[in-house]
């Protein structure tokens, strides 16, 4: 079984940053692609931005230039440092990633736990 824990949230004021990270955990053979994801109140869940094992990354127009993506493979771990938060930014974080398992079969997992940042 794979898990995403997700950590790091909490309240920031606009122009402030935040780093949280995700963490897989379990049994895997490795983590492909990974992201981002957040759903603002009353609106259905965006992508914010992706990144591949390799370390290629996609950010939604909405954050370029402001949020950065990045992974430590060895550690299973993603992070997100959002800086120069904006009120807009406000919402619930997930996490998400593409596990292949020992049987080299992928599987889609979402982290368990909501992570929300929010801006005052």
């Known amino acids: 079984q794979v898990q995403l824990v997700e950590s790091g949230g909490g309240l920031v004021q606009p122009g402030g940053s935040l780093r949280p990270s995700c963490a897989a955990s379990?049994?895997?053979?490795?983590?492909?692609?990974m992201g981002w994801y957040r759903q603002a109140p009353g609106k259905e869940r965006e992508l914010v931005a992706t990144?591949?094992?390799?370390?290629?990354?996609n950010y939604a127009d909405s954050v370029k230039g402001r949020f950065t993506i990045s992974r430590d493979n060895a550690k299973n771990t993603m992070y997100l440092q959002m800086n120069s938060r904006k009120p807009e930014d406000t919402a619930v974080y997930y996490c998400?990633?593409?596990?292949?398992?020992?049987?080299?079969?992928?599987?889609?997992?979402w982290g368990q736990g909501p992570l929300v940042a929010v801006s005052s």
């Open positions: 998400d990633g593409i596990a292949v398992l020992s049987n080299r079969i992928n599987r889609e997992v």
């Open positions: 379990g049994s895997f053979f490795s983590i492909n692609a």
């Open positions: 990144i591949t094992s390799g370390g290629s990354t």
